[in-house]
């Protein structure tokens, strides 16, 4: 697993595992959020990205532990690049995001570059361009490397202990699998995934999907009657959390939706979510 270097601050936090009362009468069984939209870059990214720059970082101590010159680089429209200047800045190394031109503007003033217009061509501008002309650059991938997956891991380490015993579903988010490897990862470690069906790892293709699967019994035709959901059972929605989200982009979503009933009814069960502390 992660092994960090000595005396080298963390990229990410250790977050709050809540039990959600109002979740929980929905969804009739104990609904626990874990908050990792609490992370210091706003997003569970802190601990993948954090991880793969905290251990490119311990290799470039010198042996009188100095650290030696590295500038690292990320191709990313959002949560990633952010948590890579975040990752960097907190182990005091210089860091470059490229975005794509299609990158939302409240993303583009988080992260100060833009070329390409897709993440692919922003990620091969970094390549053939900027990496050759720095011989201190480290390329920081969104998801895909191990050093990403052990990053990952860790929210679910911190869920057993907070949890105090292996949870009956995991609901979380899956976009490039960077965290559904990482927690599939350490319930291999645990041996928790020996005497449990794949269904009962629930994902997601959005983050702002996973808090309404708990109500009108979502969760368990979801499951497809492979587990039984009882009341005293422990469901475990993982909040990833995200920096593209405002209390402006939510009152222009309101205003568009009202009018519709069906849309007036969703607005209450989003009203019924923001107690609980969930962000989209």
């Known amino acids: 697993m992660y092994a960090e270097a000595p005396q080298q601050p963390k990229p990410w936090a250790w977050t709050p595992l809540i039990?959600?009362?109002?979740?929980?009468?929905?969804?009739?069984?104990?609904?626990?959020?874990?908050?990792?939209?609490?992370?210091?870059?706003?997003?569970?990214?802190?601990?993948?990205?954090g991880n793969y720059v905290l251990q490119r970082a311990a290799e470039r101590i010198s042996a009188a532990g100095v650290p030696n010159s590295t500038h690292f680089y990320a191709a990313s429209g959002g949560n990633a690049g952010i948590a890579c200047v975040h990752a960097a800045r907190t182990l005091g190394y210089p860091a470059t995001v490229v975005v794509p031109k299609s990158a939302?503007?409240?993303?583009?003033?988080?992260?100060?570059?833009?070329?390409?217009?897709?993440?692919?061509?922003?990620?091969?501008?970094?390549?053939?361009?900027?990496?050759?002309?720095?011989?201190?650059?480290?390329f920081v991938p969104p998801f895909d490397h191990q050093d990403i997956w052990d990053g990952n891991a860790t929210v679910m380490q911190e869920i057993a202990s907070q949890l105090g015993d292996k949870p009956d579903v995991i609901v979380c988010s899956v976009g490039?699998?960077?965290?559904?490897?990482?927690?599939?990862?350490?319930?291999?470690?645990k041996k928790w995934n020996n005497?449990?069906?794949h269904e009962r790892m629930m994902v997601e293709l959005t983050v702002g999907v996973n808090v309404p699967v708990c109500f009108d019994g979502f969760l368990q035709s979801l499951l497809a009657n492979k587990k039984t959901i009882t009341k005293?059972?422990?469901?475990?929605?993982?909040v990833c959390g995200g920096n593209d989200i405002s209390l402006d982009?939510?009152?222009?979503?309101?205003?568009?939706?009202?009018?519709?009933?069906?849309?007036?009814?969703?607005?209450?069960?989003?009203?019924r979510v923001g107690a609980t502390g969930v962000t989209a």
């Open 19 to 49: 039990e959600s009362r109002p979740l929980s009468e929905a969804a009739g069984c104990r609904v626990f959020l874990k908050l990792d939209n609490l992370q210091p870059s706003g997003s569970f990214k802190s601990r993948g990205v």
């Open 104 to 138: 939302k503007p409240v993303m583009i003033a988080k992260i100060w570059a833009m070329h390409g217009s897709t993440i692919a061509e922003a990620q091969e501008y970094i390549l053939n361009t900027l990496l050759p002309a720095d011989p201190t650059g480290v």
């Open 176 to 189: 490039g699998g960077g965290l559904l490897n990482g927690i599939m990862q350490e319930l291999d470690h």
């Open 195 to 197: 005497d449990v069906q």
């Open 232 to 238: 005293n059972s422990k469901v475990v929605l993982i």
């Open 249 to 271: 982009m939510l009152m222009a979503w309101r205003m568009a939706m009202v009018g519709s009933e069906t849309v007036q009814e969703t607005t209450s069960m989003t009203a």
